[in-house]
């Protein structure tokens, strides 16, 4: 499958049919529903965001978006205006957003076409989902053009400690085709993947809590079989245990323990 085609967004959102909507918020043990977990993503970015009486912020691959919500609402607790647009190539998780005053667009992020810029923009175990370093700066670039002079994109990216635990996590998503493609971020690539999108002032801001996730979430989210199983334990097995103490074999199948740092980054004021 080549980034060439434009097939890869489809065909992970099919890999995702059994958690969209509103069964999103039941998927890896409510990780992504729960409210405390959202709610920590906008306590550590709420020191960084610009001091403006007005804001406009962009969810972008927002799901329905409630961690956009909650980040509105601790604004206008501080008397700060602000507007929100989520952006999710899933109308199924946008249907579940029911705030009137919220603009939806149901796009494939890398079509979408936004004319308008932003104070603040978030993502939230996301850049994953572009399944090659190339892809995920093509959709850095385009963030960074939709960001006012002055604003700040902030990103809680899906992450390993090491490279080598972040490339086994590659293969082992990309091990069936029952499971969508992805290409998760560790700290010595993400910083690098920045400065090639154009961003600025790149920061490690917080983390957010740690997802462990089995084969059983798996089989819940993507109907693997036991088949898959196995073989994603024979390719774990393939690198020493030493050197990958976020992913094990187990006797019942594997754990993934993935680490969740928050990043914030700008670009230059006088752009």
């Known amino acids: 499958m080549t980034e060439k085609t434009g097939l890869m967004p489809k065909i992970n ?4 049919k059994k958690v969209l909507g509103k069964s999103w918020g039941q998927t890896y043990n409510k990780y992504f529903g729960n409210k405390k977990n959202m709610l920590a993503f906008v306590k550590k970015i709420f020191p960084h965001i610009p001091k403006k009486k007005e804001l406009k912020i ?3 691959c927002s799901g329905p978006g409630f961690l956009g919500e909650d980040l509105v609402s601790a604004l206008e607790k501080k008397r700060i205006k602000a507007t929100l647009l989520l952006v999710d190539v899933s109308k199924k998780h946008l249907e579940q957003n029911k705030n009137p005053k919220t603009r939806k667009l149901c796009s494939d992020l890398l079509k979408a076409r936004i004319r308008e810029k932003f104070d603040v923009i978030i993502m939230r175990s996301s850049l994953d989902y572009f399944w090659t370093e190339k892809s995920q700066v093509r959709i850095l670039k385009k963030l960074k053009r939709w960001l ?7 990103n809680q990216a899906a ?3 090491t490279l080598v635990q972040r490339n086994l996590a590659d293969k082992i998503y990309s091990s069936n085709n029952k499971i969508g493609k992805r290409h998760f971020q560790c700290d010595s690539d993400i910083f690098k993947i920045y400065k090639k999108s154009g961003f600025e002032k790149i920061r490690k801001i917080g983390t957010a809590p740690e997802l462990k996730i089995s084969e059983k979430e798996h089989a819940e989210r ?3 079989s ?15 245990a030493k050197k990958r103490p976020n992913i094990k074999a187990t006797e019942t199948g594997y754990s993934m323990t993935f680490i969740y740092p928050i990043y914030s980054a700008k670009i230059n004021e006088e752009t």
Request: net charge positive; aromatic share 12%; no cysteine.
């Open 159 to 161: 992450s390993m400690p």
């Open 226 to 240: 036991k088949e898959d199983v196995k073989r994603i334990q024979k390719i774990i097995a393939k690198i020493p």
């Open 222 to 224: 993507y109907s693997i």
């Open 13 to 16: 959102l099919l890999r995702d």
């Open 148 to 154: 006012n002079a002055g604003g700040v994109f902030f």
């Open 58 to 60: 962009l969810y972008a």
